[in-house]
């Protein structure tokens, strides 16, 4: 049996870039096949690589998943710990290709920022324009997608911060959050939807089960507080209802017909504050979620990455709460 330093020398005699990027691309697919569709290699090839680094590192890396062969439980505890440094080797040679890319000599700065649906259209617009100003040559991608998917690749690595929910405690692990404010859930429509005179008066939820719903997806924060919401009040989510995580398409079908999207405040913020939609008279309180900055605590410092957590500080104190719509009075005869 090899000793440590026998090991060591051999990790790093024979270690490759190859077999790094596998490991990443198993533990994040959690399947053998996804894995090698994401390599653009064979499964026998992925299957092949990871052997070849067990044998390297001389113990098991990856746990297999008793459903089948290409399905994978997770990762050992080695695994786990070679993942972590495996992510920043490929991340700090991700980060020297495009510091030397440039013809002109000039280091290209890139952030990558992640943002639930339900956030990005209150905060992000304005904090990225912002920081446009200050740093006009940024390369800036912005991905959407549910919260756990996103806390997913901030913690992998592939996003630099992520603007959204506080999650499982279990699930926070390596992860900061900042609060940035709270919102809760409201319901909206179009203007000329035969409710909207209950946008001005009183409405019942009753009332609202009647018309098609928009909700978010299963699992969800924004769907488990509406189901929790409904079911206080001894109601159930219709089963018709229409799911989407996607907040154009619920916007473009509430402009267009009766439904009614059940929604966190700020993906219908600019909506209502024009008037393009209204949205009812019903107390949700209880159903404030927080909102917030998150980073990967490891993180090396960022100017950049700073510069960003600070105007979407900015943004979220002046978004404010909506005034509630006014009620409509009768004029006396």
Not at 14 to 20: C, M, P, S, T
Not at 164 to 174: E, F, N, Q, T, V
Not at 212 to 222: A, D, N, R, S
Not at 273 to 300: F, K, N, Y
Request: aromatic share 2%.
């Amino acid at each position: 049996m090899k000793n440590p330093t026998e090991l060591r020398q051999d990790f790093l005699r024979n270690v490759q870039l190859r077999h790094l990027r596998c490991l990443v691309a198993v533990a994040q697919e959690r399947h053998l096949a996804r894995a090698a569709g994401r390599l653009a290699l064979s499964q026998p090839a992925v299957s092949k690589t990871l052997s070849e680094l067990e044998s390297i590192v001389g113990t098991r890396l990856v746990e297999r998943s008793k459903a089948g062969r290409r399905g994978v439980q997770g990762l050992t505890p080695a695994g786990e710990q070679l993942l972590t440094h495996a992510l920043r080797v490929l991340e700090a040679l991700d980060a020297s290709a495009q510091a030397v890319a440039p013809a002109s000599g000039e280091r290209v700065e890139r952030l990558r920022i992640g943002a639930l649906p339900s956030v990005a259209p209150a905060l992000l617009p304005a904090a990225l324009a912002r920081l446009r100003d200050g740093w006009p040559s940024v390369q800036i991608t912005v991905k959407s997608a549910a919260n756990a998917v996103l806390l997913d690749e901030l913690r992998a690595g592939e996003l630099d911060l992520v603007v959204g929910r506080m999650s499982d405690p279990r699930l926070m692990g390596g992860l900061s959050f900042e609060l940035l404010h709270t919102e809760p859930l409201v319901f909206a429509m179009r203007a000329g939807h035969p409710l909207a005179l209950a946008a001005l008066k009183a409405a019942t939820v009753q009332a609202v089960l009647a018309y098609p719903l928009v909700v978010y997806g299963e699992g969800t924060i924004p769907r488990h507080n509406t189901e929790s919401f409904l079911s206080a009040r001894g109601l159930v989510l219709p089963t018709n209802a229409l799911q989407t995580l996607d907040v154009a398409v619920a916007r473009a079908l509430v402009a267009v017909s009766d439904a009614v999207w059940i929604t966190p405040l700020g993906a219908a913020r600019g909506e209502l504050s024009d008037g393009r939609l209204v949205r009812l008279r019903i107390d949700t309180a209880g159903t404030e979620e927080p909102v917030g900055l998150l980073q990967r605590s490891d993180a090396e410092p960022s100017a950049l990455r700073g510069a960003m957590a600070a105007l979407l500080r900015e943004a979220a104190k002046q978004q404010g709460a909506l005034p509630p719509p006014k009620r409509k009075t009768r004029s006396r005869p």
